[in-house]
């Protein structure tokens, strides 16, 4: 490829300042979840996931939210009133249920399905 040097020149200034004004960390909705999803399917400790935020921090990328920011997401995951102990969680099923169905209505294809239709209730069938 032939390309006039100043071209070349204007082509890397551009790159350069879309990658100056580029916000990491900011690049998709949810990345604490994202992150979160990153940590179980690749059986991530608490301090693995750490020690790859360092690392991308130390190259000034700032590409994964804190740990802490990742377990208020997880939380968010678990429904409230369990019990457990070492050996055992105990739910209600009803509480199962609310939270599987709010979960479920938080996923952005099931929302615009919701927001495109012309029903005002849908029904939860489980067996």
């Not at 916000?23 to 693995?48: I, P, W």
């Not at 055992?88 to 479920?104: F, G, K, N, P």
Request: hydrophobic share 35%.
């Amino acid at each position: 490829m032939d390309e006039k040097p100043e071209m070349f020149k204007s082509r890397c200034i551009y790159y350069a300042r879309t990658w100056n004004t580029f916000e990491f960390g900011k690049c998709c909705d949810k990345l604490e979840e994202q992150a979160l999803v990153l940590m179980v399917d690749n059986g991530l400790s608490t301090r693995q996931y750490q020690r790859i935020l360092e690392h991308a921090e130390n190259l000034n990328c700032k590409l994964y939210p804190s740990y802490h920011k990742v377990k208020e997401a997880k939380l968010v995951c678990c429904p409230h009133s369990t019990s457990m102990t070492e050996t055992s969680a105990e739910i209600t099923l009803q509480t199962l249920v609310d939270h599987t169905v709010s979960r479920i209505c938080h996923i952005e294809f099931v929302t615009e399905k919701l927001r495109l239709s012309t029903n005002n209730a849908f029904e939860v069938i489980m067996k």
